[in-house]
């Protein structure tokens, strides 16, 4: 039952990983509608990973616990591997390199989306402030000895 619980964890690891690269696509794109739909399926994804790691969790308690382990919190793959039977290590250990493989890549993934969309944000900021102009930033003085402020008058300045 623990191999079928880390089954169902990749799939769905493998199934984010392949959500993260149709979404790099989309940032490229720069369609916004398309990447909040793709946000809201990767809240999916990991709303469904939560429930299968928490069922991951209660196997691995079963499983040592039929190994004649007692564990105190929520055990890893790797107690799990350490109390096993041969037959079942192997398959353990395969388990555990993939999804520690798939998640290493979707983790990679996901930092270049990042930077993407970082990216993203900065060339419309710079846009942004090409179509604002800034007020001159003027430093002399008045007669008097007073910066004049940016503006050309202070706040206070009126005009009657």
């Not at 946000?39 to 709303?47: C, D, G, I, V």
């Not at 041969?86 to 290493?104: F, G, N, P």
Request: net charge negative; glycine share 4%; hydrophobic share 30%.
């Amino acid at each position: 039952m623990l191999i079928t619980t880390l089954e169902k964890l990749y799939k769905l690891h493998k199934s984010l990983y392949d959500l993260s690269v149709q979404k790099t696509n989309v940032i490229k794109k720069g369609n916004m509608n398309e990447l909040d739909q793709m946000l809201k399926e990767e809240q999916k994804h990991l709303a469904a990973i939560h429930t299968i790691e928490l069922e991951r969790q209660q196997q691995s308690v079963l499983y040592l616990q039929a190994q004649g382990v007692q564990s105190n919190g929520a055990p890893t793959i790797s107690q799990c591997i350490e109390h096993s039977s041969e037959d079942d290590r192997q398959e353990l250990i395969t388990w555990q390199q993939e999804l520690v493989s798939i998640i290493d890549e979707l983790k990679n993934r996901n930092e270049l989306n990042q930077k993407l969309v970082y990216q993203s944000l900065q060339f419309v900021n710079m846009n942004l402030s090409m179509m604002q102009p800034q007020p001159d930033q003027s430093t002399y003085t008045r007669p008097n000895g007073e910066k004049n402020s940016p503006s050309g008058r202070s706040m206070f300045d009126s005009r009657a």
